[in-house]
Every structure is written in structure tokens, then in C-alpha cells.
């Protein structure tokens, strides 16, 4: 059984910051290949980064040079640095492991303007 679960949402103003942790339990192996996704009310859920087996990265083009994906193998847990935080961004943010397809509960990001 693998489980995720993500932390460090919160209510922010436009411009401000937020790091979001997703920390992943019953198999380590799961952590090779993650992603960051978010979900608006009324919207489907959409993709916002990933981080493979290989270290490489990918962002959406909404986010690029404004969030930085890294996770810590030791620790399991996988983060999401996000800066420059526009209203836009409100969304619930969820971690999934594609190496294992096993999804996180969610953490709630709103950004006031």
C-alpha cells in the first residue's frame, strides 16, 4: 500500500509564496518518477510539473520560472517551491506518483489578489 500525502498549502496574497510537501509512504520505489498537479473549481485537473527517474524536469508553461519541483530520496517526500504567486494559481495542488499511478489527498493553495 503506498500513500501520499501533501502539505503546505495555505490562503497567501498575489506575489507571495508557498512550498508544498508530498510525503510518500510504503514504497521508496515510487518516488523515481513524480508530478505536481492542480485542479481550479470548474476546471479539470491540469498538470504543473515532473520530476522523472533521471532528475529531469518539466514544468507547465504557466508556472515555468515561477515554481521549482525536488524531492529528497531520504526523506520520501517530494516538494514544490512556488514564488510569485498570482490569483490564478488557486487551485487544489495534488502529488502522484507516476512510477506507481498512486495519487495524494490534495492541499488546498489560494492567492488573494
Known amino acids: 500500500q503506498v500513500q501520499l500525502v501533501e502539505s503546505g498549502g495555505g490562503s497567501v496574497q498575489a506575489g507571495g509564496s508557498l512550498r508544498l510537501s508530498c510525503a510518500v509512504f510504503?514504497?521508496?520505489?515510487?518516488?523515481?518518477?513524480m508530478s505536481w498537479y492542480r485542479q481550479a473549481p470548474g476546471k479539470e485537473r491540469e498538470f504543473v510539473s515532473r520530476?522523472?527517474?533521471?532528475?529531469?524536469?518539466r514544468y507547465a508553461d504557466s508556472v515555468k520560472g515561477r515554481v521549482t519541483i525536488s524531492r529528497d530520496n531520504v526523506k520520501n517526500t517530494l516538494y514544490l517551491q512556488m514564488n510569485s504567486l498570482v490569483p490564478e494559481d488557486t487551485a487544489m495542488y495534488y502529488c502522484?506518483?507516476?512510477?506507481?499511478?498512486?495519487w495524494g489527498q490534495g492541499t488546498q493553495v489560494t492567492v488573494s489578489s
Open positions: 502522484k506518483t507516476e512510477s506507481c499511478n498512486y
Open positions: 510504503g514504497y521508496s520505489n515510487c518516488m523515481h518518477d
Open positions: 520530476i522523472d527517474s533521471f532528475g529531469r524536469l
